[in-house]
């Protein structure tokens, strides 16, 4: 028996993940088949072959999988060859129920555990043979009874194992989680920025625009776009539109309140949501084109740049599709004005 590993690992590290919990679950399997060979006075081929499943096959798994060129297949393939070792146990027994159950049950848990899809189902044809080989090796004499001793035998396997699995799927399910949060805030931030990603931040005016219309207070939002970016990259270079891009996103969070909703929408556009009514929204874009346009990079002297902004407050009717569009037409008459200018859209344009 191999403990559940949860397929949390790469292909190369597999083998040395199953490898000591196939170690401790064929340790712990010996436990009743040795009890119960000993009642049995059996042989030297039963004891040998008990010898040879619990403690040299766990060291031959790892040799086999650990030099594979696809460790995940050999180590697939050794799971089946764990199952029928199992199943080889059943009539050296003479089918002791307890034990027999016991390893059955844990041999088959262990395949539905490890996430192979179907690899149980897999596994049964391998145990079916490996029974019946054994029983006409072994004979079919059955003796369903098992003494107390039997019984505590099975019990470091039944506790230990199901311990290690709960364990094992514990500390998986809290990778999972974490990753699953580093995956998400992944998502949420444009990489190059650190502003919210386009997605993410509609999501997030979505919510404002709810939040305001049951509690309603004055909000603005802003569409701004970096004039002549293309010119930017044409003569800096690409590298130095970024560094425009990250320049831009820290005068966003340093000369505009703290409150608000900043994200990349694509390209050089960027998208923010004020919790202020448009006169004094209007006042903070200014200051904000002022900063940017005494704003220089070191590592790009002669690099100026300036942005034209529009604004829309938000109205009692309307979504955010409404709201952003009536700043998209507002942002339009302050580029067709002559750039570097705010313009706010009027009510009647929602």
Not at 137 to 163: E, F, K, N, Q, Y
Not at 291 to 298: E, I
């Amino acid at each position: 028996m191999c403990f559940h590993v949860g397929m949390e690992f790469r292909p190369r590290s597999l083998p040395r993940l199953t490898y000591r919990f196939r170690m401790l679950g064929m340790g712990l399997a010996a436990l009743p088949v040795v009890v119960v060979l000993h009642d049995l006075q059996a042989g030297w081929l039963a004891w040998g072959w008990m010898i040879a499943g619990c403690f040299v096959w766990p060291h031959l798994a790892y040799w086999l999988s650990s030099r594979s060129r696809d460790s995940y297949r050999a180590e697939v393939r050794n799971f089946l060859v764990d199952s029928a070792i199992a199943g080889s146990f059943v009539p050296m027994m003479h089918f002791n129920l307890l034990p027999s159950a016991v390893l059955l049950t844990v041999a088959t848990a262990d395949k539905v555990n490890a996430g192979v899809p179907g690899l149980w189902r897999r596994a049964m044809p391998g145990m079916l043979l490996a029974l019946l080989v054994s029983g006409f090796l072994h004979g079919w004499a059955m003796d369903l009874t098992s003494r107390t001793l039997v019984v505590a035998a099975c019990l470091p396997l039944m506790t230990i194992h199901t311990l290690a699995v709960s364990a094992n799927l514990y500390r998986l399910m809290r990778r999972v989680q974490v990753q699953n949060r580093q995956l998400e805030a992944l998502t949420q931030r444009d990489e190059l920025t650190g502003l919210d990603s386009r997605g993410h931040w509609r999501n997030q005016a979505t919510s404002r625009i709810g939040q305001l219309r049951q509690k309603p207070a004055p909000a603005t939002l802003l569409l701004l776009d970096i004039d002549h970016f293309k010119t930017i990259n044409d003569r800096f270079g690409h590298a130095a539109g970024d560094d425009v891009l990250r320049a831009l996103a820290g005068l966003l969070r340093d000369c505009l309140p703290e409150d608000q909703v900043s994200g990349r929408l694509g390209g050089d556009e960027f998208g923010v949501l004020l919790a202020l009514p448009p006169d004094q929204a209007a006042h903070a874009a200014d200051a904000l084109r002022a900063a940017a346009q005494a704003l220089t990079l070191p590592a790009h002297p002669g690099l100026r740049f300036s942005l034209s902004i529009g604004l829309a407050a938000l109205q009692p009717e309307g979504d955010l599709r409404d709201w952003l569009e009536a700043a998209d037409r507002a942002l339009y008459r302050a580029k067709d004005s002559g750039r570097n200018r705010t313009a706010t859209a009027l009510a009647t344009m929602f």
